[in-house]
């Protein structure tokens, strides 16, 4: 027994201790579809390139990169690579990838995305690569406005126009919900964008209670009220949990669905046949402004890693053009690389609605404001966001008016601020 | 089989600790002859086997013995509850500590040193309220909100459930066909995982759940019950007795079973009523089981979590967010992660409980006293 145990604890030590001389680089990855499958696939042609470095892929939930690695990284025991979605909130934990690659490349790839990374602290560090550029948007099920002798709103019609129109299909198909918005402060704040608000000034400062924003507050909730909304996603869940409402969409049951670009993998698979959908893109507010939310995904490095030229030319070996171009086709993702976008991409086993779709939300890019820009790219985001669901959630189901629900939202964001810093 | 030499009588002493080390190795020398049958039992084996261990056992035995010389025989204890000692404070003294120095600290930072001192501003900020029977007249309305939520829910679980218990363990306890069924039965949904209740439920009461398809087919039509603020929360309540009832009403069947038949029969005997019988005999006896069911039942309601959950997820809005949300929230869930906050809350929470259990046991003690 003891000599079991001995051998055991050997061999363990033996196989922590080999890797460590192999340079092992563990990637935490999580996937909206295939990301995680196909960088693994892609790594290994690195790996064979650089023999004597092992990339592992663990692939975990989204949850747990939101709230696992942030407290790792605080400990000190994070990963040495990992795609993350708070682009600017955990700048602090970064590798700084300037001293290996070619800066003039990654300038010229990347552009404004680099900033995304940089976070409260500004600089000109290169702290990761944009892997998946995503935009929201609407999707519309075609089916449902053939079967209702509904006219579909035009290019530029209004978030009015679309819902009339909603209602008006749901109403003479029988079908349960008009218009559905996932539940997030980040899809959130497109339509308020387009409603005036500025959330993230130019000089930086951040409001959730301007007129604007409190604009489309109350249209939000007169219309969760009114029924055009689906009520489930916003008032179904508590504190600042994630809702979609995709599969309400995939079932049928929505004619209008505003989520994002990278819902359309999963409608691409799960919808099939069953009905015609399309992407409309962001509808405009009363002042004209058709603003969606980019967003998306990037791959990082963490300085606290043993390897850093490793991490290093790992990122970098993903981010060049053949390679980024590959991965960007077989996720089905929009490309933040500027190359890769000029060159155009071939969606690999796309159907024709979902390279129509990729086509929609790419075009719609041009539309997003600055200030859409300047909020992804703003540290604390994921404080705003989670404050926007908890308060408009509670003015829906009556807890808070509109306009406490407004003033709360302005007491909460001083506060998160005052405990950031 | 009984060692004649043991147990030790009054005449044999064991060494004290001004004798020390000596007498007690001396006495090991002395010590009385295994019983002969025992030594009838011993094969050749033993002695072999024996010689084998003895010098593993030496090993240990010269350490202990040099420590015994160095400690005392009294202080030699604390050796042997070092290794608790060590799990115990690591794993529970220690966290409470940090819990205590973390509650006192703000910003987000996750290491203690890099955090700044604020002293009890934390528990200022949760109890500063103009109102505190209106969490909208409060700076942290979200933990007044779920504390007036925790208290309702509270009330009505645990008095719901105690009264459910207490009449299922009577009826239990009763002379009905197939008892032992029945008596699975409820005590069953214990047996479930809290995250497995919350998701039968949910899945009976969604929009397009189980219950709305029975009630669309009976024609009476079906109900968004969990969008609703009071159904979801009555349905919380309700999901958490339906968990929970079982235990305590498997301790209130032990108490009643506890009493004594003769007391029943001689009220039969008197002509006493049954429901005169249920209430000067069952009620009064059964009051100290009943004690210990309705704190443990107190307690269990104050840390209400999972199940409530994982079915609401706290909503609609905050109709369904309990205290121990509110904590996990503001720690781990929301951003930025107000490690200080949260402690300073599970501080209170843990008060209240500390003060739930010194009642249980002043009362616990009234009543063995008498």
């Given at each position: 027994m003891t000599h079991l145990k001995l051998l055991g604890t050997t061999a363990l030590a033996l196989g922590l201790a080999a890797p460590a001389m192999a340079q092992e680089i563990r990637f935490m990855c999580y996937s909206d579809g295939n990301e995680c499958e196909v960088y693994d696939d892609v790594l290994t042609r690195f790996e064979a390139a650089n023999p004597g470095v092992d990339v592992i892929v663990d692939v975990v939930p989204y949850q747990a990169i939101l709230e696992n690695l942030p407290i790792q990284l605080a400990a000190g025991s994070g990963p040495d690579i990992a795609k993350v979605t708070d682009l600017g909130g955990l700048s602090q934990y970064y590798l700084d990838l300037a001293p290996y690659i070619d800066r003039a490349y990654w300038e010229a790839s990347f552009g404004d995305t680099l900033g995304w990374y940089r976070g409260a602290a500004g600089g000109d560090a290169i702290n990761g690569m944009h892997s998946q550029l995503t935009i929201t948007g609407a999707f519309v099920n075609a089916t449902l406005f053939e079967q209702a002798g509904v006219e579909m709103p035009g290019a530029d019609a209004t978030w009015d126009d679309w819902a009339e129109a909603a209602r008006s299909v749901a109403a003479a198909t029988e079908t349960p919900f008009p218009m559905a918005i996932d539940r997030t402060g980040h899809r959130f704040a497109g339509p308020a964008i387009s409603y005036g608000a500025a959330i993230v000034a130019e000089d930086g400062t951040p409001t959730l209670s301007d007129e604007g924003f409190a604009a489309f507050t109350a249209q939000f909730v007169e219309w969760n009220n009114d029924g055009t909304m689906a009520r489930d996603v916003w008032a179904g869940q508590g504190g600042a949990t994630y809702q979609d409402a995709a599969q309400e969409f995939i079932n049928g049951e929505l004619v209008f669905y505003y989520s994002g670009s990278w819902q359309v993998g999963r409608m691409d698979s799960t919808v099939g046949d069953l009905f015609d959908w399309q992407v409309v893109g962001s509808p405009c507010g009363p002042a004209g402004v058709c603003s969606g939310m980019p967003g998306g995904a990037g791959i990082v490095g963490f300085s606290a890693t043993q390897h850093p030229e490793v991490v290093a030319a790992v990122i970098d070996f993903l981010a060049q053009e053949d390679i980024y171009a590959e991965v960007t086709a077989r996720t089905r993702n929009l490309p933040a690389h500027l190359g890769v976008a000029q060159a155009g991409v071939e969606f690999e086993g796309a159907s024709p609605a979902a390279a129509a779709a990729l086509s929609a939300f790419a075009a719609d890019l041009a539309d997003v404001a600055p200030s859409a820009f300047r909020y992804q790219g703003y540290a604390n985001n994921r404080a705003m966001f989670g404050i926007t669901a908890e308060r408009v959630s509670q003015a829906i189901v009556g807890e808070l008016s509109v306009e406490d629900a407004v003033a709360r939202m302005a007491a909460d964001l001083e506060a998160a601020l005052a405990d950031a810093q | 089989m009984r060692w004649p030499g043991w147990p030790p009588t009054s005449r044999r002493r064991w060494p004290t600790r001004s004798k020390g080390v000596a007498e007690t190795k001396g006495q090991g020398a002395t010590a009385p002859a295994p019983p002969p049958e025992m030594t009838a039992l011993r094969g050749a084996g033993d002695g072999f086997a024996l010689r084998l261990i003895s010098p593993v056992m030496r090993l240990v035995e010269i350490p202990m013995i040099a420590l015994q010389r160095l400690l005392g025989i009294n202080r030699l204890a604390w050796v042997f509850l070092a290794p608790n000692l060590l799990l115990f404070g690591l794993f529970a003294f220690l966290p409470v500590i940090l819990n205590v120095a973390y509650a006192t600290t703000g910003g987000a930072n996750v290491m203690l040193a890099d955090r700044p001192q604020i002293g009890m501003g934390n528990f200022e900020r949760l109890l500063d309220c103009a109102n505190h029977l209106d969490p909208n007249t409060c700076r942290e309305d979200k933990f007044w909100r779920a504390v007036w939520n925790t208290l309702w829910f509270v009330t009505l679980q645990v008095g719901i459930m105690v009264g459910f218990s207490l009449l299922t363990a009577i009826v239990l306890n009763?002379?009905?066909?197939a008892r032992g069924f029945f008596r699975s039965v409820f005590f069953f949904p214990v047996l479930l995982s809290p995250v497995v209740v919350a998701l039968i439920w949910k899945w009976m009461l969604q929009r397009n759940g189980v219950l709305n398809a029975f009630l669309d087919w009976a024609g009476i039509g079906g109900y968004n019950w969990l969008v609703d603020a009071q159904w979801a929360f009555a349905w919380s309540v309700f999901l958490s007795v339906w968990a929970h009832m079982g235990f305590y009403t498997l301790i209130l069947l032990a108490g009643l079973q506890a009493i004594p038949r003769d007391v029943y029969e001689a009220a039969t005997m008197d002509r006493a009523s049954p429901w005169r019988a249920f209430r000067r005999i069952t009620l009064p006896l059964l009051a100290p089981t009943m004690l210990v069911v309705l704190v443990l039942a107190l307690i269990k309601g104050v840390q209400t979590f999972d199940e409530v959950y994982a079915f609401t997820g706290g909503g609609p809005g905050t109709a369904t967010t309990f205290i121990i949300q509110y904590i996990y929230e503001e720690g781990f869930a929301g951003s930025p992660r107000l490690f200080g906050l949260s402690a300073a809350a599970s501080l209170l929470v843990a008060f209240v409980l500390v003060v739930l259990t010194l009642v249980q046991l002043w009362v616990n003690r009234k009543s063995v006293d008498g």
């Open positions: - | 009763g002379k009905i066909r």
